[in-house]
């Protein structure tokens, strides 16, 4: 697609609930990038892919927190037993290639992110 | 740990008035150094970006930031807004001994009047 797809745009669920985050990056970028803003907040890093494995997980809050990679393209960023703390916007970006490695000045693109909202 | 600060959380201003908003990073090591934005509704976008060479970057929509590192800072400069900049701007490090991730400093809401 034109840009970083992320759906839903909006989700609703209560305390306890499973959800799923959907991304679709630019085609052809190999690095994505799942982030977090709290209201009020830059956007806080969470996890990046290079490929379909998990370059760096370290942002991840803890581990009701996981995101697949799995064929390198679509990422899903899942949260189990969701809190009220949980209420961010997620949003994912994408890369060419890995950020910051070599000569190539690539930069990342950001989708329009899922506000999630946990009751 | 690296960390990105930006001390004005919200600025207001008129049309033809210049801006300029503060960053600066906790790390004195190799830095990449970045302005984002987010108008209204929309998605973050790139401004501008600092690699290496000239200190002086000038970006998109009459934008520039100046890299300063002796005082770890990467101010935002615009010598005449517009209602249009109206958005939110975020400035954002990369350092590599740190791994290839971007950390955000809060943003600067920005208003401009008509």
């Known amino acids: 697609g034109a840009g970083v797809s992320q759906t839903p745009s909006n989700k609703v669920t209560e305390k306890g609930k499973y959800v799923e985050l959907r991304c679709d990056p630019i085609?052809?970028?190999?690095?994505l990038y799942w982030y977090r803003q709290s209201l009020g907040q830059g956007p806080e890093f969470l996890i990046y892919?290079?490929?379909?494995?998990?370059?760096?997980d370290s942002g991840l809050p803890n581990d009701r927190f996981f995101a697949v990679r799995p064929e390198g393209s679509v990422s899903t960023l899942k949260i189990q037993r969701t809190e009220r703390g949980d209420s961010a916007v997620y949003l994912c970006?994408?890369?060419?290639?890995?950020?910051?490695?070599?000569?190539?000045?690539?930069?990342?693109?950001f989708g329009q992110g899922t506000r999630l909202t946990v009751v | 740990a690296q960390s990105v600060s930006q001390h004005n959380h919200h600025v207001i201003l008129s049309e033809a008035a210049s801006l300029e908003l503060g960053c600066n990073y906790s790390?004195?090591?190799?830095?990449?150094l970045f302005w984002y934005v987010q108008y209204p509704g929309q998605h973050l976008q790139l401004l501008l970006k600092?690699?290496?060479?000239?200190?002086l970057v000038k970006g998109i929509k009459g934008f520039e930031a100046e890299f300063i590192k002796s005082k770890f800072s990467f101010n935002l400069r615009k010598p005449s807004v517009q209602w249009s900049d109206t958005a939110e701007y975020f400035c954002?490090?990369?350092?590599?001994?740190?791994?290839?991730?971007?950390?955000f400093g809060g943003g600067t809401r920005v208003l401009v009047k008509p």
């Open positions: 600092y690699f290496s060479g000239d200190p």
């Open positions: 790390y004195g090591g190799t830095v990449n």
């Open positions: 892919f290079q490929g379909t494995g998990a370059a760096d």
């Open positions: 085609s052809g970028h190999t690095a």
């Open positions: 970006a994408s890369s060419l290639m890995q950020l910051g490695v070599g000569t190539v000045r690539t930069e990342a693109f």
């Open positions: 954002a490090a990369m350092i590599k001994a740190a791994g290839n991730k971007l950390t």
